[in-house]
């Protein structure tokens, strides 16, 4: 939200295929970051594809790296699991 997202925005993010709030390029950016972590199929192939015709050679290594990176981290997360805190409540603003 510092960085100027809305609370909108950020309330459907989970939904983004079912609203009109993100642009093409976010859609392609946000389906490529869904099929890297999907099993390899022909959904995760074809939002590779959109993504070649929305982004650049750039953001489509950025978008992998961040999707691979968020997986990396929830995994560990997960089995070790660490438990999840609440910014909030511990004196901390969110990110």
């Known amino acids: 939200m510092r960085a100027g997202e809305t609370t909108q925005r950020l309330g459907v993010l ?3 295929r079912d609203t ?4 093409e390029r976010e ?3 946000l389906a490529l970051a869904e099929a890297t972590t999907a099993p390899e ?3 995760a192939q074809e ?14 290594s950025a978008v992998i790296w961040v999707a691979i ?3 990396a ?3 560990v997360s997960i089995l070790s699991k660490h ?3 609440d910014l909030l409540t511990v004196g901390r603003s969110p990110v």
């Open 20 to 23: 009109e709030l993100f642009t």
């Open 83 to 85: 438990p999840v805190r």
């Open 47 to 60: 939002s590779a594809d959109t993504a070649r015709r929305a982004l650049d050679d750039d953001q489509i």
């Open 41 to 43: 199929d022909a959904a």
């Open 73 to 75: 981290f929830n995994r």
């Open 14 to 16: 989970a939904a983004w």
């Open 69 to 71: 990176t968020i997986n």
């Open 27 to 29: 859609r392609a950016a």
